[in-house]
């Protein structure tokens, strides 16, 4: 079977391990350049973006994670989306690059900042969705192609082999957004 690689430095990896595993697939925790080359595809969870830039950068994952994204597929869930956008604001922010999508951090606001609500998906169908101080997607490149929406700005998106969500679904019933991405291992 084909591994699908959590990066674990950070945020809530675990509930994604379980999540791939409600999916039918193999989920590794990864750590290090060495268990990251082991894998088929790389999911970045949720957490502090600030935060996980900073522990990539100190494990030494940098660019193994670039090299990895340029034939591999990687999906970011909410802080993980935020690393792999080409830009980043508010505050701006370093990032990774590998997705033509621009994010706002933090764009709901402090006072509803994290919420359970139904978004719509690409077939017509509903999803629930958690957000937790998520970004919003401001801007997507002639590349990307938007798979879910909330009050009209694209939460689910993909590029190539590459998925992000600004929300949650590892902490939801709801396996279609982890089975599209292990279908790409
Ligand atoms: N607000 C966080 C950030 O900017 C992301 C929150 C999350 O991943 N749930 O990194």
């Not at 391990?17 to 969870?45: F, K, M, S």
């Not at 017509?124 to 997507?140: C, D, G, K, L, N």
Request: with cysteine.
């Amino acid at each position: 079977m084909k591994t699908c690689g959590i990066l674990a430095l950070q945020g809530d990896f675990e509930a994604h391990a379980q999540a791939v595993q409600r999916a039918g697939g193999h989920a590794v925790q990864v750590r290090t350049p060495l268990e990251l080359a082991a894998c088929h595809g790389l999911i970045i969870p949720g957490g502090e973006s600030t935060t996980m830039l900073k522990l990539l950068a100190f494990e030494g994952l940098t660019a193994p994670l670039l090299a990895f994204a340029a034939d591999k597929p990687v999906y970011g869930t909410c802080a993980g989306a935020i690393l792999l956008a080409k830009q980043v604001t508010h505050p701006a922010q370093a990032s990774l690059g590998v997705l033509d999508i621009s994010v706002e951090r933090n764009a709901y606001g402090r006072q509803i900042d994290s919420r359970i609500s139904r978004v719509t998906v690409k077939d017509q169908s509903e999803m629930e969705a958690v957000f937790i101080r998520a970004p919003i997607i401001r801007s997507t490149g002639p590349a990307v192609t938007i798979l879910a929406w909330y009050q009209g700005d694209p939460v689910w998106i993909e590029q190539g082999s590459h998925m992000a969500t600004t929300f949650h679904p590892e902490l939801t019933a709801d396996i279609r957004v982890h089975q599209r991405f292990l279908s790409r291992l």
